[in-house]
């Protein structure tokens, strides 16, 4: 149980345009979910928190107009990377955790997302 | 402002010898500690949490709080044990964690 499934698995896009990665939660609903971001050989970065029909939180030197977070229900996340550069090709990470007493605080991973902005 | 810091990028050893893998924490309040893994070509994964004080795949970990550590351990080594490790703090009153660096961990044959 408790099975994240991210998507795609890996994009490539035009610089310039905008991605959207989804995140959902397959067995579970999620009260809350994460986004995170990892470069190559480092560790995972917060990017931000987000609660089910709230506005999500993001962390300090992240651009909430660049990386735009809808989390509209218990199941479903969405990050979109606007206008894209190549400087934001990336390896990004969401992860989500249930409300479940037993399971609390424990955070499920999606496999994650390649972002190739050329 | 809180920190986990796991001193080892790299650690090798070979199969059937003891293993630990460090992690210190910063953080001046009541620590929640956990430690994930990340196997070849698979996804981060908890692994275990300092509050469930138990044994998962051999491993244990006990949280030190005069030391601020939460050192993972294992005493006999296997080779399906080669995995990217991370220690993970979790503040009180907050959602998120934070990450350690990571080690990669290579046992030999």
């Known amino acids: 149980g408790a099975v994240v499934s991210q998507h795609p698995s890996w994009v490539i896009c035009k610089s310039g345009t905008s991605v959207k990665i989804e995140c959902r939660s397959l067995d579970f609903q999620a009260t809350t979910m994460f986004w995170y971001r990892q470069f190559p050989k480092q560790s995972l970065m917060l990017m931000a928190t987000?609660?089910?029909?709230?506005?999500?939180?993001?962390e300090q030197g992240v651009e909430k107009d660049k990386f735009l977070i809808n989390h509209a229900s218990l199941t479903l996340s969405t990050l979109t990377v606007t206008s894209a550069h190549p400087e934001d090709s990336s390896f990004y990470i969401c992860?989500?955790?249930?409300?479940?007493?037993?399971?609390?605080?424990?955070?499920?991973f999606g496999a994650g997302t390649r972002l190739s902005v050329l | 402002a809180q920190r986990v810091t796991q001193p080892e990028k790299l650690l090798s050893v070979f199969k059937g010898a003891p293993v630990e893998l460090k992690c210190n924490y910063s953080?001046?309040?009541?620590?929640?500690l956990f430690w994930y893994v990340q196997y070849s070509r698979q996804r981060l994964q908890l692994l275990l949490r300092h509050i469930s004080r138990e044994s998962i795949k051999g491993f244990t970990a006990d949280l030190n709080k005069g030391e601020t550590s939460f050192h993972l351990k294992k005493p006999f080594a296997q080779e399906e044990d080669s995995a990217m490790y991370y220690c993970a703090l979790k503040i009180q009153g907050a959602q998120k964690l934070v990450f350690g660096q990571g080690t990669r961990l290579t046992i030999n044959p």
């Open positions: 987000s609660n089910e029909g709230s506005k999500a939180t993001y």
């Open positions: 953080y001046s309040g009541s620590p929640e």
């Open positions: 992860s989500a955790t249930q409300p479940n007493r037993l399971a609390k605080n424990i955070q499920y």
